[in-house]
């Protein structure tokens, strides 16, 4: 059974600070991996998704990596700002099932002025 | 433009009583479509996919069941609402490799 894990559970850094969050999954057979924000009371907003034959994506000041064979991906968030406080969730989506993700528990982030 | 939308936004039900929460995607046909719940202190858990019309397959058993009677629309739904029934439901809809979210309905159980 597939398990997903994010570490830091919290996260508190002034603007401007460069940041990395992790993630990591028990088993490596995964078919692609999403990283999502979720404001809070919202639903959830894709922000990259990286196929499991990929080693990283980059979207602006984010960029995420994956390491699959050691069951881990970081998403790297440069020059912090206050909009971007909010709880960042890994997903990684199986082999052989319809497009079933399976969820960490999320990093919340504040990044105060 | 693609869209999803779920309705209500919020809603509070007395235990015992029936659910009927709706999800539906605009703009594409034949989604694979999918219902999640977030309950508190817990992660995203998938409840129910579904690949077409009338095709649902249940992830965990509970007290919900799901059903998918047009292409665009999917329906979760409960004869008799727990406690244990509180929480986000959120509708996702996958048109390619990336899965998509609706703004979801939180539901509390009194």
């Known amino acids: 059974k597939q398990e997903v894990t994010q570490i830091p559970a919290a996260l508190s850094v002034p603007e401007g600070e460069n940041l990395v969050l992790n993630c990591s999954f028990t088993?490596?057979?995964?078919?692609?991996l999403q990283w999502f924000r979720q404001d809070p009371g919202k639903g959830l907003t894709s922000l990259l998704l990286?196929?499991?034959?990929?080693r990283e994506q980059t979207s602006g000041r984010l960029n995420a990596s994956l390491d699959k064979s050691s069951g881990r991906s970081t998403l790297y968030i440069a020059a912090s700002q206050p909009g971007d406080s909010a709880t960042y969730l890994c997903?990684?989506?199986?082999?052989?099932?319809?497009?079933?993700?399976?969820f960490g528990q999320g990093t919340i982030l504040t990044v105060h002025p | 433009s693609q869209t999803i939308h779920q309705w209500p936004a919020t809603l509070v039900q007395p235990v015992g009583s029936p659910l009927s929460l709706e999800c539906t995607v605009e703009?594409?046909?034949?989604?694979?479509l999918y219902w999640y719940r977030q309950a508190a202190g817990r992660g995203l858990q998938l409840l129910f996919y579904?690949?077409?019309?009338?095709?649902i397959s249940s992830e965990v058993p509970q007290n919900l069941s799901a059903s998918r009677p047009q292409d665009r629309q999917f329906i979760l739904s409960s004869k008799k609402l727990l406690l244990s029934d509180s929480g986000f439901y959120l509708c996702?809809?996958?048109?390619?490799?990336?899965?998509?979210f609706g703004p979801g309905t939180r539901l509390l159980v009194l």
């Open positions: 990286i196929q499991s034959s990929q």
């Open positions: 703009g594409t046909s034949n989604p694979n």
């Open positions: 997903a990684v989506r199986g082999g052989t099932s319809y497009g079933k993700l399976t």
């Open positions: 996702a809809w996958r048109p390619g490799e990336t899965q998509y």
């Open positions: 088993d490596s057979a995964i078919y692609n």
């Open positions: 579904s690949v077409g019309i009338g095709q």
